[in-house]
């Protein structure tokens, strides 16, 4: 079965950083992207960023261009954040997933197209 574990998320002040991580473990398993998602209390989950694992294409919303880099070890199957000038907004539980289909030419942030996810981290974003 594989697992993804999420770490480095915490509590940090607006315009700080924080770098997530994303490692999967278990058998091997076919994928061509993983995704960073996000949700916030009371709102529904939104994808942050998708980093394709056939080319390194990275897709980002809109809200965190600019601010978010997303990038992969594939040796290692794990997959970074970095997030910079951190905002209230970006406050959440962050979860990475695993994508098994080219996003290209298709909406990357489809939850439905994930099919393995893990188990989030709490990121605090202080004013």
């Known amino acids: 079965q594989v697992q993804l574990t999420e770490s480095g998320g915490g509590l940090v002040q607006a315009g700080g950083s924080l770098r997530l991580s994303c490692a999967a473990s278990?058998?091997?398993?076919?994928?061509?992207?993983m995704g960073w998602f996000r949700q916030a209390p009371e709102k529904e989950r939104e994808g942050v960023a998708c980093i394709s694992t056939s080319d390194g294409t990275t897709y980002y919303a809109d809200p965190v261009k600019g601010r978010f880099t997303i990038s992969a070890d594939l040796e290692k199957i794990t997959v970074y954040l970095q997030m910079n000038s951190l905002k209230v907004e970006d406050s959440g539980v962050y979860y990475c997933a695993v994508r098994p289909r080219d996003p290209r030419g298709s909406d990357w942030s489809r939850e439905d197209e994930y099919t393995i996810w893990g188990q989030g981290t709490q990121v605090t974003v202080s004013s």
């Open positions: 278990g058998r091997a398993f076919s994928t061509y992207a």
